[in-house]
Each structure stands twice: as structure tokens, then as C-alpha cells.
């Protein structure tokens, strides 16, 4: 079993940055990928941005070059650090380890 702890969410106006942070817990193998969904009200949940167990990234078109996935192998941790935010970022962002595990959620708000 695999538990996840997602922080650093919150409310921030256009333009500003968050960094989401997910500490993972339990049997976990570094070779196994991590990364970042959101859904926002009314909409399916969507792939943010996902790092294999070797470092690779992936990023959904609407965040490349603002959002940065990275990974910290010996705390367990994965991060999102998200720039020149939008009011469409707006949405609760979990992290997941190998699409098998969910953290509970951190809200994400984004002001015009």
C-alpha cells in the first residue's frame, strides 16, 4: 500500500506561482512513475504532468512551459512547480503514484 500526502495548494492571482508538493509512503519502487491530474468543476480528471522512475517528464499542452515536474527519489517526493498561473488552472490537483495510488487533493485557485 502506497499513501500519498499532497501540500501546497491554495489562492493566487493570474500570473503568480504555487509549488505542490506529495510525499509518498509505503511500499513504494523508484522505478515506478508519479505525477499530477487535476479536474475542475463539472470536467473528467485530466493528466497534468507525470515523471517516469528514470526522470522523464510528460506534460499536458496546457501547461508546457509554465508547469515543472520533478522528482526527489531519496524523500519520496514529487513536485509541481506551476508559473504564470490562469484562472483555467483552477482545479483540485492530485498526485498518484503508478495511476494506483490518489492522494486526497489540494485545491488550486487562480484569480483573474
Known amino acids: 500500500q502506497v499513501q500519498l500526502v499532497e501540500s501546497g495548494g491554495g489562492l493566487v492571482q493570474a500570473g503568480g506561482s504555487l509549488r505542490l508538493s506529495c510525499a509518498a509512503s509505503?511500499?513504494?519502487?523508484?522505478?515506478?512513475?508519479m505525477g499530477w491530474y487535476r479536474q475542475a468543476p463539472g470536467k473528467q480528471r485530466e493528466l497534468v504532468a507525470r515523471i517516469t522512475g528514470r526522470g522523464s517528464t510528460d506534460y499536458a499542452d496546457e501547461v508546457k512551459g509554465r508547469f515543472t515536474i520533478s522528482r526527489d527519489y531519496a524523500k519520496n517526493t514529487v513536485y509541481l512547480q506551476m508559473n504564470s498561473l490562469k484562472p483555467e488552472d483552477t482545479a483540485v490537483y492530485f498526485c498518484?503514484?503508478?495511476?494506483?495510488?490518489w492522494g486526497q487533493g489540494t485545491q488550486v485557485t487562480v484569480s483573474s
Open positions: 498518484t503514484y503508478n495511476q494506483l495510488s
Open positions: 509505503g511500499k513504494i519502487f523508484s522505478l515506478n512513475g
